[in-house]
């Protein structure tokens, strides 16, 4: 499991760069890169910093990913999570941030 | 190998906390308004998201609800560590929890309250939260102390310590840069160690492209044990480590599916076993492990046929703690009101905020090293800590460390210089041997897993393993001297395989000293597989010229501990 950036949407503000928890993403050029995507833990902390909903959360063929990838658009206190299958469709959940968990 | 100038940076401070996770960020907020001088926080990456907080949390899992006090907590703590536990430091702990909870509220923390205005609890330790953004609200605090200065992306590798007034005290530490070429050289009168515990010791799950999803934080490297025992600190209760149970693939919890929906473990003929082993963690753990090996796996939380509604909530309370689940579920077409979710034990870590692994501290957590403090999953003798027992425990030590500055009489610590630099520089000279940071993560991790208990023989050992073990983590650790950087970022890698070995050592130690079977799944003693009453003591060790030593200690009963010569 593992993270992507998408280059024509990152902005280059090198906010994922300062927040990932194992220093693991480098600026190349202008734009974000992972540099091991086997050493991301999966915290999406960078989805979550990011402004422009650049970084694209994937599951690592190994834990069952088949090409679905996940990624964040912040809209005030909520979170949609935007889930792009493989074949086009898009699957969204919106977590409001301000709600305790049920469980 | 590679081509770096090293440039050393040297500081004074007067309280230096290594490690701005839970306990470490806390710390510096009590210190900050404490007016105790100058205050330095160094983190390897930004206290704004680092450490176990990262991804957020579900639950705080340690607070005391109406009708409870704080021994009720000590007794389950005890109970499920089968007594080998520090009631001084689990009571001190549990007074402070609900405090701490409310003064997360205060920060603006999301918690779930009833009509009454109180706080809804699962079970009667459990509080419900938004837990998302736990950790930069932790940060802001921090940010907000003007006294308080924060270095991050600055790793630390090793404590410094004198002869001081006819006694060793830590004089600071030393530490790197992951990204440019600077050498910190901190000089402090006191230091607080705020780490984390330790994980990627053992072949983890998923032991390929996905190899650092894993339960535990990947980077937390169990620095702090490494570093306190190299420089003489005693250490404890190692042998007790901890095995979490997680859902397959995705190593996402399942507490909140199993209390949650109230989800039954049930093995692929559909049999609920959990009754017949026990619903502790170990014993859901065990249940797995024996219905798997009996050929009956594999297991699974039996979700099938839950409420659409029910199955919305769980898709949105792992996105917000565990988001590959919620992924998983949808990238697979199948929710769990499809199916049953399937689960597996993790591989063992070593961490002191679940079980009770790591320095042996006094009741206002200083180490045996006089001058440096230890708070959160780092600090022995206290389990069940999770998030509020971190912060609990920061508070305590700030406040120690508050009165061991003010003691009277105490003489400063002189300037001095550590000259480190050589030590880094070694690893960019060195000729590429063949050997990389990864060979030898990969190596140790293999033989944990086969010799020192690992999900390979789930979780089993015994003497002539365990020896084979020592002797090639010692053959790892010559490797690891040698192993050659091309940049900072390999540096760092080198270091953190070196932490790691450093604990294996300890670890190995420890499991070879108890000599019984007292924490089924967190340690199986093939050799000894039944608890044995000559073993209600603590195993500690320590570092003496050269050389791992275990002590014996009789379990400390009462409400305050201070240190004793072995
Ligand atoms: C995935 C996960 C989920 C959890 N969920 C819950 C939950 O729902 N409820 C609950 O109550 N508890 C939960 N816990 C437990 C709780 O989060 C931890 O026990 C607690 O946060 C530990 O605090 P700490 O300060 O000891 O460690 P951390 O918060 O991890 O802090 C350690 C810090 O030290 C830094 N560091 C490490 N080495 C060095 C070095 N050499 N130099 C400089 N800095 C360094 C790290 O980057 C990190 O920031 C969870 C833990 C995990 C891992
Ligand atoms: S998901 Fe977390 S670990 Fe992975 S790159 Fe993003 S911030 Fe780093
Ligand atoms: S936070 Fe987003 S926009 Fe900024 S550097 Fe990272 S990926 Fe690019």
Redesign the interface.
């Known amino acids: 499991?593992?993270i992507r950036i998408h280059k024509e949407s990152c902005i280059g503000c090198g906010r994922c760069i300062?927040?990932?928890?194992?220093?693991l993403i480098g600026l190349m050029e202008g734009k974000a890169k992972i540099?091991i995507?086997?050493?991301?833990?999966?915290?999406?902390?960078c989805l979550?910093?990011c402004p422009v909903g650049a970084v694209a959360?994937?599951?690592?063929?190994?834990?069952?990913?088949?090409g679905?990838v996940?990624s964040i658009e912040k809209e005030k206190e909520i979170?949609h999570?935007k889930?792009h299958?493989p074949k086009g469709e898009i699957?969204v959940?919106s977590?409001n941030?301000?709600?305790?968990?049920?469980? | 190998m590679g081509d770096v100038k090293l440039v050393t940076k040297t500081i004074r401070t007067d309280v230096l906390i290594i490690g701005g996770g839970t306990a470490g960020c806390y710390a510096a907020i009590r210190l900050g308004e404490a007016s105790v001088g100058r205050i330095l926080l160094v983190e390897k990456a930004n206290i704004r998201r680092s450490g176990c907080l990262a991804a957020g949390v579900n639950a705080l899992n340690a607070y005391i609800s109406k009708g409870h006090v704080p021994r009720d907590y000590v007794e389950y703590a005890r109970t499920d560590g089968e007594g080998i536990v520090r009631e001084d430091l689990l009571l001190t702990m549990s007074e402070r929890l609900n405090h701490v909870t409310e003064d997360l509220e205060k920060r603006g923390l999301v918690i779930l309250k009833d009509e009454k205005g109180e706080y809804v609890t699962r079970g009667w330790r459990n509080v419900k939260i938004n837990g998302e953004n736990i950790k930069p609200l932790l940060a802001e605090g921090v940010e907000a102390q003007k006294k308080v200065e924060v270095l991050n992306h600055v790793n630390i590798t090793d404590l410094k310590t004198k002869e001081v007034d006819g006694e060793k005290r830590v004089i600071g530490a030393v530490g790197f840069s992951v990204r440019e070429p600077y050498v910190y050289e901190i000089q402090a009168e006191a230091v607080l160690m705020a780490t984390g515990g330790a994980a990627g010791l053992y072949r983890p799950n998923n032991p390929g492209f996905s190899r650092h999803k894993m339960w535990y934080s990947p980077f937390n490297t169990g620095a702090g044990f490494a570093m306190g025992f190299e420089a003489g600190a005693e250490m404890t209760t190692f042998e007790n480590r901890f095995v979490a149970l997680r859902c397959k693939d995705t190593i996402a919890p399942t507490g909140t599916i199993a209390q949650g929906v109230g989800a039954k473990q049930v093995n692929a003929r559909g049999e609920v076993y959990e009754t017949t082993y026990g619903i502790t963690t170990p014993q859901r753990i065990y249940g797995t492990v024996e219905e798997n090996r009996k050929g009956n796996g594999p297991c699974y939380l039996d979700t099938k046929g839950i409420t659409k509604t029910a199955e919305e909530d769980l898709l949105k309370a792992y996105l917000n703690m565990a988001p590959a689940q919620t992924l998983k579920w949808i990238e697979s077409g199948k929710g769990p009101s499809d199916e049953g979710v399937e689960i597996e034990g993790t591989e063992p870590y070593v961490v002191g905020g679940h079980t009770a692994s790591g320095f042996w501290v006094d009741t206002n957590r200083m180490t045996t090293i006089p001058g440096l403090f230890a708070a959160g999953d780092v600090a022995g003798g206290s389990p069940q800590k999770y998030v509020t027992g971190a912060l609990a425990e920061g508070e305590i030590a700030a406040e120690s460390i508050v009165r061991y500055l003010r003691e009277k009489g105490r003489k400063k610590v002189a300037a001095d210089f550590f000259s480190q630099e050589k030590a880094y520089a070694r690893h960019f000279a060195a000729e590429d041997s063949g050997y990389t940071w990864q060979d030898l993560e990969e190596a140790m991790q293999k033989v944990m897993d086969e010799y020192a208990g690992g999900i390979a023989t789930d979780y089993r050992y015994n003497e002539s393993r365990l020896a084979l073990a020592k002797e090639k983590i010692r053959g790892l650790q010559e490797l690891i001297r040698e192993a050659p950087a091309g940049d900072m970022f390999d540096l760092l890698h080198i270091y953190e395989v070196r932490e790691r070995l450093t604990v294996c050592r300890i670890l190995i130690e420890h499991l070879l000293a108890r000599k019984e079977t007292r924490w089924h799944i967190f340690g199986e003693n093939a050799d000894h597989p039944k608890k044995s009453e000559e073993f209600e003591i603590y195993v500690n060790s320590r570092l003496e010229k050269g050389k791992i030593q275990i002590l014996r200690r009789p379990l400390v009963k009462g409400e305050s501990y201070e240190h004793q010569d072995p």
């Open positions: 499991m593992s300062e927040a990932c928890p194992g220093n540099l995507p086997e050493d991301c833990w999966g915290c999406t902390s979550k910093e959360y994937y599951l690592g063929a190994d834990m069952g990913g088949r679905a996940m979170y999570w889930i299958m699957k959940i977590v941030r301000k709600n305790a968990n049920q469980y």
